[in-house]
């Protein structure tokens, strides 16, 4: 007796044979899952990119609004009304960097009112150096108007591209000065407001481990902001005193500045230091001098890495 005709059509299941396809779906539904994992980081990273005047200004006032935070509370504390303590607050801050653009406009000044001297002996020394090597690998040395003539060639093509790179760099400047004091107010003014909206999208009984979760990162935050500014004015110091013990030319401001670019890392100390080691060795026309200027950060940047950090 033969079968029914539908069964001649249908596969066997034969031992071993599976027909699941289930681990190609998978690998199907990874790809695709990264593939928009990768598409929307993309999106973020230009997004965030088109949008870096906005945002800038944004994160540079949540930090010192963190960092203006205990000193408004504590005002507060004092009957001081809020709107009061928090302008208090933002014009403290606005006079100590008032103060400090001063001092660094004044010894820019004073040091481009001495640049004609330290160009003339620059050359002075640079035609020594000159001799001394054509000296010892025999070679023809390049007269001024040689170097004049290649450095101009190479500022009047690069003038143009510097001069849009200025503009740019300060209108970017400007606009983050205005925008910071007015984004710190009202983060300051309206941080219940802020509190309470953020609590829209949290459940009630995750609250509290939300808000314990802020307070950690506001203190992570104060901490490390104080820390730092801490660490800045100790180098400051360091290196005011080493300076100033070498007789160095705006000792202090030279100090101050490198104290700052010491933030980062290993390139900061080092392109603190350049400036001031090539004054010194233009004023002095000693190597060792300026050798110790430079010894003198690094021993300074040592000290602040290994003891005070």
């Known amino acids: 007796m033969l079968p029914p005709p539908n069964q001649f059509n249908q596969p066997r299941n034969l031992p071993g044979q599976s027909f699941n396809h289930a ?19 993309s999106l973020l990273v230009f997004v965030l990119h088109k949008l870096d005047d906005l945002i800038l200004p944004l994160v540079y006032a949540i930090l010192l609004s963190l960092l203006l935070m205990p000193l408004v509370s504590k ?22 960097i008032a103060g400090l653009f001063t001092f660094f406009g004044s010894q820019i000044i004073s040091l481009r009112g001495e640049l004609p001297l330290i160009q003339s002996k620059l050359v002075v ?20 108007d040689e170097v004049i003539d290649s450095s101009l060639s190479a500022l009047q093509k690069q003038s143009s591209k510097y001069l849009g ?21 009202c983060f300051l003014y309206y941080r219940d407001h802020l509190r309470q909206f953020m609590f829209r999208f949290v459940e009630a009984d995750k609250r509290t481990i939300v808000l314990h979760t802020v307070d950690n990162i506001q203190s992570v935050v104060q901490g490390y902001m104080s820390g730092l500014f801490t660490v800045i004015v100790v180098v400051s110091i360091m290196n005011a005193i080493g300076l100033l013990a070498l007789g160095v030319k705006y000792a202090i401001f030279f100090a101050i500045f490198a104290s700052v670019l010491a933030v980062i890392p290993y390139i900061g100390i080092i392109v603190g230091s350049i400036t001031p080691a090539l004054i010194t060795y233009v004023e002095t026309g000693s190597l060792t001098h300026a050798l110790l200027v430079v010894g003198v950060f690094m021993l300074v940047q ?8």
């Open 75 to 96: 005002l507060e504390k004092w009957r001081w009304p809020r709107m009061l303590a928090i302008a208090t607050s933002i014009l403290l801050v606005v006079l100590l």
């Open 165 to 185: 790179s200025t503009l740019n760099t300060t209108l970017g400047v400007l606009s983050t000065i205005t925008l910071v004091p007015i984004y710190i107010f």
């Open 23 to 41: 681990p190609t779906e998978i690998k199907q539904s990874a790809v695709v899952h990264y593939t928009f994992m990768l598409i929307g980081l």
């Open 302 to 309: 040592f000290i602040s890495d290994n003891i005070l950090a």
């Open 125 to 144: 020394l640079f035609d020594q150096q000159q001799q001394l090597l054509s000296k010892r690998f025999h070679f023809q040395p390049m007269s001024h």
